[in-house]
């Protein structure tokens, strides 16, 4: 089993809907946890820190349940320019990032 | 702040040469570093890590000796391809982590290094 899993999608929705993704991850000693975009052929982009209490920046919102070991992105009112992967990252002892597999978003038209 | 610079971005060569990739802290110093490895359609996949003036150390499954890293300075870390063949093509991504770092993020990456062989 891989210490963080993603479903790989792709979602395919039309620009303003409401997008949700999910993440599990098993190493429960972990510290803290991000979401990651990645575009083609791109480095990894920070999006945002998930907290327990829920954290939110404009159109996205990150949430994380520790008791289930499950984080969660929504995205509300799609852009065409969210199209891209989205990692989900968990932060270990030692500065470690594990991520997930990614889950890759097509806004259309 | 906090950045990192991966050179070069793109790298096409013959099967069995051997490429050296730079990866720098600009603003910070680095006293760790990561070395990544991406397949398409896959995620980050950790090959190693190293401290400043310390050997790195591997992940299991990738050879240390294919895979040369140094990490001799605070802001320099490099990563040597030795004697690269097809299946070494994929995308290499540093990052790098260090006490002045802003406390945001626990990793800064650089802009990754496109690696194929012909």
């Known amino acids: 089993r891989k210490e963080v899993e993603q479903d790989p999608g792709p979602f395919n929705v039309p620009e303003g809907a409401t997008v949700a993704f999910n993440c599990t991850y098993s190493?429960?000693?972990?510290?803290?946890f991000f979401w990651y975009r990645q575009d083609c052929r791109k480095e990894p982009k920070l999006l945002m820190s998930v907290y327990s209490s829920g954290n939110e920046d404009g159109r996205f919102t990150a949430q994380l349940n520790r008791a289930s070991q499950y984080i969660s992105l929504l995205i509300r009112d799609s852009k065409l320019s969210d199209s891209a992967t989205y990692l989900c990252v968990a932060h270990n002892a030692g500065n470690m990032l594990t991520f997930g597999g990614g889950t890759r978003l097509m806004v259309k038209p | 702040g906090a950045v990192v610079s991966q050179h070069p971005s793109r790298v096409i060569c013959k099967s069995g040469t051997s490429v050296k990739i730079e990866c720098r802290s600009l603003d910070f110093q680095a006293t760790t570093m990561f070395w990544y490895r991406q397949f398409p359609k896959q995620s980050l996949m950790l090959m190693a890590t190293?401290?400043?003036?310390?050997?790195?150390?591997?992940e299991q499954g990738v050879e240390k000796d294919k895979f040369l890293i140094n990490h001799a300075s605070l802001t320099l870390s490099t990563l040597t391809v030795t004697s690269a063949h097809p299946e070494d093509s994929s995308f290499y991504i540093c990052s790098a982590s260090g006490p002045a770092v802003y406390s945001n993020q626990p990793q800064h990456f650089g802009d990754g290094t496109r690696l194929s062989i012909l």
């Open positions: 190293s401290n400043e003036g310390s050997k790195a150390t591997y």
């Open positions: 190493n429960s000693a972990s510290q803290s």
